[in-house]
């Protein structure tokens, strides 16, 4: 979250005394260093309605008041996730009264007549101890989302650019649309954009949106309450409030329902929302990364995206080449997803130029992903920690463009780029490494059973004795 030099903490004061109301009012308002935003009610009854449809930092309660005192206040909202730090105010308390506070989960108590510096100081504490709660929940809920931290690896110029811009505004708050095709790396860059940031020490969270239902996808970004529908047995906390002080990623954000664009774009302009089957404003404060392999302009001018949207969340546009417009980055890829692929391997993994020639001609639809996936497969065929063209598999060299004449005339090619040989030997290897366990050999090769039995028959090929 980016640093402020004035933060806001929201207090509730609930006392039938009106000097008393007058004078917190006028100690919190007058602090230095930091502003109280102060609601103050005459009674229980008002104090326990605000309580159920805002969210409040800390609730200063005096504990005798008519309609429902304190202690019945926070007894009411004890079970609530998102009720603020109890603070209770009174003349005249017991030992048995402040006993029973604490059992139910108050902070703390302060005696009237209040003492300026005392109630500043706990109303500060108790502020911060409700923020660490909360975020402590937060947390919780982002274990099981953790989307790494995976460096960007890359020599182009293109790309270059990108990281610069990236770099520039990463330290602010501004929403960043990541485009590009699928596979390019466009989660690498909003992961970026995280650990760069102010917030990295907050929650980075993501979600795919044409990976969920409508439905499911309402849950997920805000949460719900328990019954708000059928299924829902307890209250989901949703992405948006685990985000809060951090990042929000939008995978394929050109696939949200319409309702939903609807519902994002309030919760970014008013800084709240509701889970669903909720009546609470719950507060949330995050940084909003959205990627699409979508033309959004198209979607906005055929009605599908909200423009109001898209003005809101394209404040800065990084855009990712697809791999095949930067060839010089695909022997560097290839090498370092080798290394990542086989860290514990004693020695150095090497990649052939035969090897590097076939994948530096292929066209790469799927980008760095499908790159990744050839490599981490070549890995497991090559021998001798050297991955050969004929361990990258038949797909690859059929896109292969055919060999140049050499100098004296001749078109002979190199044997090693023949389709029929690559494919022989990354059989006969699978086979071998598997003990001519047909299925398991079909699995390394990336092909069924039924193919490679045909192949091994189309081929000649016998099982050693």
């Known amino acids: 979250m980016s640093p402020s030099s004035e933060p806001i903490i929201s207090v509730l004061v609930a006392d039938d005394e009106e000097d008393q109301r007058v004078l917190i009012e006028t100690i919190l308002r007058g602090a230095e260093g930091v502003r109280h935003a102060v609601t103050c009610v005459p009674d229980g009854r008002s104090a326990l309605s605000e309580l159920r449809e805002r969210v409040f930092d800390v609730a200063l309660l005096d504990l005798s008041m008519p309609g429902l005192d304190g202690l019945e206040v926070l007894e009411a909202v004890a079970g609530d996730p998102v009720r603020p730090q109890v603070v209770f105010v009174s003349g005249h308390g017991t030992v048995a009264t402040a006993t029973r506070a604490m059992k139910l989960g108050a902070y703390d108590w302060v005696e009237k007549p209040v003492d300026r510096d005392r109630l500043l100081a706990l109303v500060w504490k108790a502020a911060e101890a409700r923020r660490q709660q909360?975020?402590?929940?937060?947390?919780?809920?982002?274990?099981?989302?953790?989307?790494?931290?995976?460096?960007?690896?890359?020599?182009?110029?293109?790309?270059?650019?990108?990281?610069?811009?990236?770099?520039?505004?990463?330290?602010?708050?501004?929403?960043?649309?990541?485009?590009?095709?699928?596979?390019?790396?466009?989660?690498?860059?909003?992961?970026?954009?995280?650990?760069?940031?102010?917030?990295?020490?907050?929650?980075?969270?993501?979600?795919?949106?044409?990976?969920?239902?409508?439905?499911?996808?309402?849950?997920?970004?805000?949460?719900?309450?328990?019954?708000?529908?059928?299924?829902?047995?307890?209250?989901?906390?949703?992405?948006?409030?685990?985000?809060?002080?951090?990042?929000?990623?939008?995978d394929e954000i050109g696939d949200l329902d319409a309702s939903l664009q609807a519902k994002l774009l309030r919760a970014l302009e008013t800084k709240a929302f509701r889970r669903v089957g909720g009546v609470k404003e719950i507060p949330t404060d995050f940084r909003l990364v959205s990627a699409t392999n979508r033309p959004l302009e198209k979607l906005v001018e055929g009605g599908s995206f909200r423009e109001d949207l898209y003005y809101r969340i394209n404040a800065i546009v990084l855009e990712l080449p697809p791999l095949r417009e930067r060839p010089g980055d695909i022997p560097l890829l290839a090498r370092h997803f080798l290394d990542e692929v086989r860290p514990a391997q004693v020695g150095t993994w090497t990649i052939q130029a035969d090897a590097l020639e076939v994948l530096v001609a292929y066209p790469w639809p799927g980008n760095v992903r499908e790159l990744r996936n050839v490599v981490e497969r070549a890995a497991l065929l090559a021998s001798n920690r050297t991955v050969r063209a004929a361990d990258l598999g038949t797909a690859l060299v059929r896109e292969a463009p055919p060999v140049s004449a050499t100098p004296s005339g001749t078109t002979d090619a190199l044997p090693a780029l023949e389709l029929g040989i690559l494919e022989r030997m990354a059989i006969e290897e699978a086979l071998d490494r598997t003990g001519w366990h047909q299925g398991r050999a079909a699995k390394l090769l990336g092909i069924s059973d039924r193919t490679l039995h045909r192949k091994i028959r189309g081929f000649g090929l016998r099982r050693p004795n």
């Open 134 to 250: 909360a975020r402590s929940a937060r947390l919780e809920v982002m274990v099981s989302r953790d989307v790494g931290g995976a460096n960007i690896v890359t020599d182009d110029p293109r790309m270059h650019d990108v990281l610069s811009l990236l770099e520039r505004i990463a330290p602010s708050d501004v929403s960043v649309l990541v485009t590009g095709e699928s596979g390019t790396g466009k989660e690498l860059v909003a992961r970026m954009l995280h650990r760069l940031s102010g917030r990295r020490d907050e929650a980075l969270v993501a979600l795919n949106c044409a990976a969920v239902s409508e439905a499911l996808a309402e849950s997920e970004l805000f949460g719900h309450e328990k019954g708000a529908f059928t299924g829902a047995a307890t209250r989901k906390i949703g992405l948006i409030e685990v985000a809060d002080g951090g990042t929000l990623f939008l």
